[in-house]
């Protein structure tokens, strides 16, 4: 299944004499297949995103080799399909952007061979993207965002806030020490069993319930810092369940459900009006950013709304399909990088772990 297949935002035209730098994107890094081809105008001219959901939803999450053999079997016919989009040819393009990880090695592998099989046959240069540093941009892609500017990052593979400065400055304030939000939904969801992936059914089921009618917990709530905790908020939920002994009526799974959200949001919210204090004392940010795929929550970006406006910022959230993982956000931050004349060597080994904040004490996701 192929989403969000090509797109334009519209800006100042080009002068024709001035042809805009364009890149090709390829993210491979968990569980979708992108590519897509961003002009430094930040016009995405094409981009496609195969979702690999069905082959991992009989597992109840992802499973590392069907992935990487799935970007394999994949990539070459998304890259194609991209550039046969745009009518451009390899030797059009300024440079290409390939996550080079954080990620499951496997994919991104697979990416980086292929990013840099094409950088080598049409002589241009090869930029391994750090995945993080894709999401970090985006909000540059989408919207007139100056840095520096506060990023809460909330998916399935990361939970942080991140001061972003400028490319390849960031300052990580906070991070998950346990499971990341996305996960705390997929695991609250499935213990409800309200299937995968969890979020999107959590919230659904939550909007029937009363979210005052079970206490559940809020981790780390009110404490100094902006690092996240969501087991215990986890394990609350399961005996909750079993004091029900496994005989939840549809009201109290509904109840559950939004109690659990409530909760989140609480923590995410909490934690987010922390990491502004912090970074006001670091830089006068300009913006309070929310990515991932947990940014798709309806009640969260109402209550972010609330938390930015308190510390008179505005809210900027990334249209879904740049939220959740695609390769236009990779394209872009190749362009971003490009301009300062940051390219990679061919010798450039993908990195299963790799921090944006080196100088951050190792979190349980990097
Ligand atoms: O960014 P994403 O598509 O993939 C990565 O994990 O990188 O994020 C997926 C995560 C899943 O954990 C999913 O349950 C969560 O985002 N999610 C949501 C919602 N939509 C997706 N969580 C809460 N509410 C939602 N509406
Ligand atoms: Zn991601």
């Keep these: ?154 998916s399935g593979g990361h939970c942080q806030l991140l001061l972003v400065s400028g490319v390849g400055r960031y300052r990580r304030l906070g991070t998950t020490i346990d499971d990341t939000a996305g996960e705390a939904f997929d695991k609250a969801a499935k213990l409800l069993g309200l299937g995968y992936p969890g979020g999107p059914a959590l919230e659904r089921a939550a909007a029937g319930g009363d979210d005052a009618r079970i206490p559940l917990p809020r981790p780390m709530l009110g404490r100094p810092g902006a690092d996240f905790s969501f087991s215990g908020l986890k394990t609350a939920l399961r005996h909750r369940l079993a004091e029900m002994k496994g005989e939840a009526p549809p009201q109290a799974i509904a109840d559950l459900a939004a109690a659990f959200q409530q909760a989140v949001i609480d923590c995410l919210a909490d934690r987010t009006a922390n990491a502004l204090e912090m970074a006001k004392d670091a830089a006068p940010v300009t913006a309070l950013v929310v990515a991932g795929g947990v940014a798709a929550n309806a009640g969260l970006r109402r209550r972010l709304e609330q938390v930015a406006s308190a510390g008179g910022l505005p809210l900027v959230a990334p249209p879904a399909r740049y939220c959740t993982d695609n390769a236009a956000m990779i394209a872009w931050a190749g362009v971003e990088r490009l301009r300062l004349g940051l390219t990679d060597r061919m010798d450039f080994a993908p990195r299963p772990r790799w921090p944006l904040d080196p100088t951050a004490k190792p979190g349980a996701r990097a």
């Design 1 to 154: 299944m192929t989403k969000g297949k090509s797109s334009g935002f519209d800006r100042a035209p080009q002068c024709a004499y001035l042809r805009p730098m364009i890149l090709l994107g390829i993210e491979t890094s968990c569980d979708e297949t992108a590519a897509a081809l961003v002009a430094d105008d930040r016009r995405v001219l094409a981009e496609a995103v195969l979702s690999q959901l069905a082959e991992h939803q009989p597992y109840g999450g992802v499973v590392p080799e069907i992935a990487a053999r799935s970007h394999l079997d994949h990539l070459d016919t998304l890259i194609r399909r991209v550039m046969a989009e745009a009518h451009l040819g390899f030797s059009d393009l300024a440079g290409i952007a390939a996550t080079g990880g954080p990620g499951l090695i496997g994919g991104v592998m697979v990416g980086v061979m292929t990013g840099k099989a094409i950088a080598a046959v049409a002589e241009r240069p090869f930029l391994a993207v750090n995945h993080l540093e894709g999401h970090a941009l985006t909000a540059r892609l989408t919207h007139d965002v100056r840095f520096p500017f506060l990023l809460l990052l909330v």
